[in-house]
């Protein structure tokens, strides 16, 4: 039995999940294919990105983009091919970031380098996120976003609640993180007082989906 049963309705549903490449963002990648659902697996590298489509689950689900989120610009264009690939993004898992190194810690980190991992983890995510939610208000549709950071090594690590990333980091561990945090009691909805509104709260140095909620009036 599906361990996201009854969370998804790959009918309606996708996904887009940046840094699919490897790690978290591979694992959760793979897990939505598996799921049944429709995915952009997008990475800077285009190997790592063949290589995590070819290893999924459902390879003829998944979709690749390859580019630098640190641009704007490139920011974009992810946008514009996830509309045309897959339809309205409902589900957004945001894991890219530049390689980083244990030197690159708070006191050590260089300015170039801090400036790049701001850029590809944080504006882009940023970036990404506002311009998803904003359709899927406009729509009036439910989704989730699930921000993952890990900008130096004085920072806690991208790591899921009770998960560990690197090649241990399965589809199958993946799919309990998804099940805790894609859960019918956290599925977001209206309320009254809410008109696309937005919240997350951290867990183990990552983010839950940030929920946009709207009123039914």
């Known amino acids: 039995m599906s361990l996201l049963n009854p969370l998804f309705d790959p009918a309606r549903e996708a996904a887009l999940v940046t840094g699919a490449g490897n790690g978290i963002g591979r694992a959760i990648a793979h897990a939505l294919v598996g799921e049944g659902m429709c995915t ?3 990475d800077v590298r285009e190997d790592l990105v063949a290589a995590a489509v070819a290893a999924s689950p459902r390879p003829e ?3 690749t983009w390859v580019g630098d989120l640190a641009s704007r610009g490139a920011c974009d264009d992810l946008l514009a091919a996830a509309q045309s690939t897959v339809g309205q ?17 708070a006191l050590a980190v260089t300015t ?10 944080v504006d882009a995510g940023f970036h990404l996120a506002r311009e998803l939610a904003r359709q899927l208000i406009a729509a009036r549709q ?16 991208n790591l899921l609640q009770h998960s560990q990333s690197g090649p241990h980091y399965d589809g199958e561990g993946a799919g ?7 859960n019918p009691g956290q599925r977001f909805g209206a309320g009254r007082d809410c ?23």
Do not use: I, K, Y
């Open 142 to 157: 439910p989704g989730s976003f699930l921000m993952l950071t890990s900008l130096h090594a004085g920072t806690p690590r």
């Open 176 to 182: 309990q993180d998804l099940r805790a945090l894609w």
């Open 61 to 63: 689900l998944a979709v």
């Open 89 to 105: 993004v409902t589900h957004f898992v945001h894991s890219a970031a530049p390689q980083r190194h244990e030197a690159d810690h």
């Open 112 to 121: 170039e380098t801090w400036e790049r991992m701001r850029a590809v983890n």
């Open 195 to 217: 008109r696309g509104r937005f919240r997350c709260r951290p867990v183990a140095g990552a983010l839950h989906p940030a929920r946009p909620t709207w009123s039914q009036r």
């Open 40 to 42: 952009v697996f997008a």
